[in-house]
Every structure is written in structure tokens, then in C-alpha cells.
């Protein structure tokens, strides 16, 4: 991804918005908050057969501590027109290995429970629910809203699992 493919990057993202299911965010920002927001690699977009965005994949940091530098937020949107077409996946499947190749052993999702096809599709590409965080946020009308967390553990970046440490 490119700041050249901020434009379709944007609309894909407003049309999420604009569902009321995909974030709490109202507006997508300017590209400079956008890029700020989010970690500079890996970010994908993927493309129709004429090179047009039709979806985009990107990372935010979980946080500012060192401890947690494998750790990040995943995101993912799809053109509606494109939607069921195995786009979502595509780009889940690819971000994987990217992000372990980054070093990223801990991706995290945080879904609104009536967005059933994010969702499965998470699930489908091997993240867990870890539980729901009741009333986390206000949507836009006001209206109190559930998030799913999700996560999914890498099994090749950041060494050996916790629980596997913990027995040794």
C-alpha cells in the first residue's frame, strides 16, 4: 500500500464506516492520520484484474511498551461490491506471514458482534474469541456497542509460546 492507493484505501474504508458495523470511527481521516495511526509494513491492499483496490489489510501497535512490540491490532476491509468473493481472506492470508516476517507474534481483532461475517472469517483463518468486552464503546447515534476480541498466536514469530514456557 501506497499513499496513491490512499483514495481507494479511503472509500473502502468509508463504506465500512458507513455500514455502522465495522468501527466506531465516523470518518476515515486524512492519509497523514491514517499512516500515523498505523504501522508502516505490512500493509496490502488487494486488487481487481485492472490493478483497482478492492480491499486493504493493515496493522496498528498495541501499544508503546517495548514488551508488547510483537503484539498488534489488525484490520480489515473489503469493498462491498467485492464482499463473499474470498477478498477478506486472501488479505488475512497473506498478512499471516507478513506480519510474522515483521516480527508480529500476536495479532489482535476487535470485531462488533453483528458483523457475523468478520467474524467467521477471523475464525476461518485461525483466530480465537478470547471474550466480548461489554459495552466498550459508543457508535455514532450514541447507542452502546459490544466488541469481540479476537487474537490469533503466531507458532513462528516470538519463539516458543507462553504456555509452553511457563511448563518448562
Known amino acids: 500500500m501506497t499513499p ?21 470511527e465516523t470518518a476515515p481521516g486524512t492519509w497523514d492520520s491514517w499512516d500515523a495511526d498505523h504501522l508502516e509494513r505490512p500493509r496490502l491492499i488487494a486488487t481487481d484484474v485492472d490493478g483497482h483496490p ?8 498495541y501499544s508503546d511498551r517495548c514488551v508488547y512490540e510483537g503484539v498488534a491490532w489488525e484490520s480489515v476491509y473489503v469493498a462491498p461490491d467485492h464482499q463473499g468473493r474470498g477478498v477478506g481472506r486472501l488479505l488475512l492470508e497473506a498478512m499471516i506471514p507478513a506480519s510474522e516476517a515483521a516480527g508480529i507474534w500476536t ?7 453483528e458483523n457475523v461475517a468478520s467474524l467467521a472469517l477471523h475464525e476461518r483463518c485461525g483466530f480465537r474469541r478470547v471474550g466480548v468486552r461489554e459495552r466498550m464503546g459508543r457508535d455514532a447515534s450514541g447507542r452502546w456497542r459490544d466488541v469481540v476480541l479476537l487474537e490469533r498466536r503466531s507458532a513462528v514469530a516470538g519463539g516458543s509460546s507462553p504456555s509452553a514456557a511457563a511448563g518448562s
Not at 478492492?54 to 501497535?61: E, P, T
Not at 495479532?107 to 458482534?113: E, S, T
Open 4 to 24: 496513491s492507493d490512499w483514495p481507494a484505501v479511503r472509500a473502502i474504508y468509508e463504506a465500512g464506516i458507513a455500514t455502522g458495523d465495522a468501527t466506531f
Open 54 to 61: 478492492v480491499g486493504w489489510v493493515a496493522l496498528s501497535s
Open 107 to 113: 495479532l489482535q481483532a476487535g470485531i462488533l458482534p
